[in-house]
């Protein structure tokens, strides 16, 4: 009988296969599953975070977006008041410039309806609108540019001709063919002169 055994239990030993992993203990599975739980804590705690950061984020952009368009807003405003201001000033002084210039038209208007007048009255009514109109050129700040007897300025000048002549300094205007005018600094026409050179050249 004892032999018998020590047969079944020989056989079982032989069975045995040493490079079979054996069965974790309930302990070993228990201290795992805790493992794992905490590792899953652990990714959670700052996927939450991340995702906070996100939505704080989004908000602020939003914002940002919100403010940018007012901005846009206020500007396009402003450019469009700029603009009908701009604009409106030319108006108003293109109408300021038209009122001083309408009295010259009277006196021209009556000067063509005097028919009956002699050439010495005629003349003297358009010695008088030609004042006039200087007189309102030089209220609007235009003045006439300075040529005869001068010495030739390209900035101002634009020379036609070269006429030889010791009359004036060479390079300088002998005669002026055109009135040239400016407003204020800027030059709104050159004059148009001939210019002296000397003789024989």
Same mark, same amino acid.
């Given at each position: 009988m004892t032999k018998g055994?020590?047969?079944? *239990?020989?056989?079982?030993?032989?069975?045995? =296969?040493?490079? !079979?992993?054996?069965?974790?203990?309930?302990?070993?599975?228990?201290?795992?599953?805790?493992? #794992?739980? $905490?590792q899953a804590q652990a990714t959670a705690a700052p996927t939450s975070e991340l995702e906070s950061q996100t939505e704080k984020l989004r908000a602020e952009c939003g914002a940002y977006l919100d403010r940018l368009a007012r901005l846009q807003a206020e500007f396009d405003n402003f450019r469009k008041r700029a603009t009908r201001e701009q604009q409106e000033y030319r108006e108003y002084a293109l109408a300021e410039a038209l009122k001083l210039l309408l009295p010259i038209l009277d006196?021209? =208007? *009556?000067?063509?309806? &005097? $028919? &009956?007048?002699?050439?010495?009255?005629? !003349?003297?009514? %358009?010695?008088? %609108?030609?004042?006039?109109?200087?007189?309102?050129?030089?209220?609007?700040?235009?003045?006439?540019?300075?040529?005869?007897? +001068?010495?030739?300025?390209?900035? %101002? #000048?634009?020379?036609?001709?070269? +006429?030889? &002549?010791?009359?004036?300094?060479?390079? #300088?205007?002998?005669e002026e063919l055109l009135r040239g005018y400016k407003l204020r600094d800027r030059l709104l026409r050159p004059a148009m002169v001939l210019v002296a050179q000397k003789p024989g050249r």
């Open positions: 055994n020590g047969k079944i *239990r020989q056989k079982g030993i032989d069975q045995l =296969d040493p490079e !079979r992993e054996l069965p974790e203990s309930d302990e070993s599975s228990s201290e795992q599953q805790d493992t #794992h739980e $905490g006196s021209l =208007d *009556r000067a063509l309806k &005097t $028919g &009956t007048a002699g050439a010495e009255d005629f !003349r003297s009514g %358009i010695d008088l %609108i030609d004042r006039q109109f200087h007189d309102v050129l030089a209220k609007l700040g235009v003045e006439p540019v300075p040529a005869k007897g +001068m010495a030739f300025d390209p900035n %101002i #000048h634009q020379a036609v001709q070269m +006429m030889p &002549t010791n009359e004036v300094p060479e390079n #300088h205007v002998f």
